[in-house]
């Protein structure tokens, strides 16, 4: 492996990923920064944290799943998490889809998808009209930096009573966005720390029901 593949080493540690799918996310890194430069992808500020702030922290999702074969990612940006699932899950199966408004980031997670072979659709649509199609056939839905807790459950709800798995990455705010979801919400939940940030947490939620 040449000097510029060897950055991903460091940072995949503890990850049970191949030679080949550690490189197809380094492609996916290095896309990004060229496409950074004119889409505006990303928070300009992380593009120096690109591993442990998106990449990573996109993948431990996948060790909550072993044996998830559909997922559905909302507000997918550029790729994170559902992008990076889709890499890293091509091996097990792993069909992901990702919804997106955005164009320019739609026509970056086509892209990738074409250079990687992952088994991801972009749905360039709001996902409020991409959700109903999902209803009873997602194993997983997972939205990140999308939207408070209690907005996901209102948007899932149809999908988390059929027996899909909401897995949604939270900051240090998880506490306050549990209580407010609450007063409208209630659902089987499961706390896990982040593997990125000792301060973020990882929601899995089943089983909703609504209040109301």
């Known amino acids: 492996m040449t000097a510029a593949m060897s950055a991903p080493d460091r940072h995949l540690d503890g990850f049970d990923v191949s030679r080949e799918t550690e490189e197809k996310l380094s492609l996916l890194e290095s896309e990004l920064r060229r496409w950074q430069a004119i889409k505006n992808l990303v928070g300009p500020g992380t593009l120096d944290h690109v591993w442990d702030r998106h990449i990573v922290d996109s993948l431990q999702l996948l060790e909550l799943t072993p044996t998830a074969k559909t997922w559905l990612d909302l507000g997918s940006g550029a790729g994170f998490p559902g992008l990076v699932l889709a ?117 899995r939620i089943t089983s909703i029901e609504s209040l109301s």
């Open 87 to 203: 890499i890293a899950g091509y091996e097990r199966g792993l069909q992901v889809d990702l919804v997106e408004s955005n164009s320019r980031k739609c026509a970056f997670l086509r892209h990738i998808a074409r250079l990687t072979g992952a088994r991801a659709k972009v749905h360039e649509a709001r996902l409020e009209t991409v959700i109903p199609g999902f209803v009873g056939k997602a194993d997983i839905v997972s939205a990140r930096a999308l939207a408070s807790l209690a907005k996901l459950l209102e948007w899932t709800e149809p999908l988390l009573k059929t027996g899909t798995t909401g897995l949604f990455p939270k900051g240090r705010d998880a506490e306050s966005e549990l209580t407010e979801a609450r007063e409208s919400w209630t659902f089987d939940l499961e706390i896990l720390p982040s593997r990125t940030d000792a301060d973020a947490r990882i929601l």
